[in-house]
Nanobody, 125 residues
């Protein structure tokens, strides 16, 4: 059974960094796209970043370009989201999601079939 588990969230000051992990079990990442999404209180869930593990293509929302980096460790079957220069507006629950997909990834939530439970990120002084 396919399973995703997020970790690495926490409280960080503005300008700080966090690295989120998305551990996958029940499948191997190489034929899947993985997306990172976030949902702040009272707001819609929005796409942040994605990676196509078949060819390494990545995508980012404009709000995080240049600050966030997505990557995959195939040996650990884990996708990471490195978040630098964090801002209070990055505060949200962050989710990873998976879909069988080759040579493409997107950051629209309706594209994804499997979801983790989320990890809280709070950026505050």
């Amino acid at each position: 059974q396919l399973h995703l588990v997020e970790s690495g969230g926490g409280l960080v000051q503005p300008g700080g960094s966090l690295r989120l992990s998305c551990g996958a079990s029940g499948f191997t990442l190489d034929s899947y796209a993985i997306g990172w999404f976030r949902q702040a209180p009272g707001k819609e869930r929005e796409g942040v970043s994605c990676i196509s593990n078949s060819d390494g293509n990545t995508g980012y929302a404009d709000s995080v370009k240049g600050r966030f980096t997505i990557s995959t460790d195939n040996a650990k079957n884990t996708v990471y989201l490195q978040m630098n220069s964090l801002k209070p507006e990055d505060t949200a629950v962050y989710y990873c999601a998976a879909v069988p997909m080759w040579y493409h990834c997107g950051i629209r939530r309706e594209e994804y079939s499997y979801w983790g439970q989320g990890t809280q990120v709070t950026v505050s002084s």
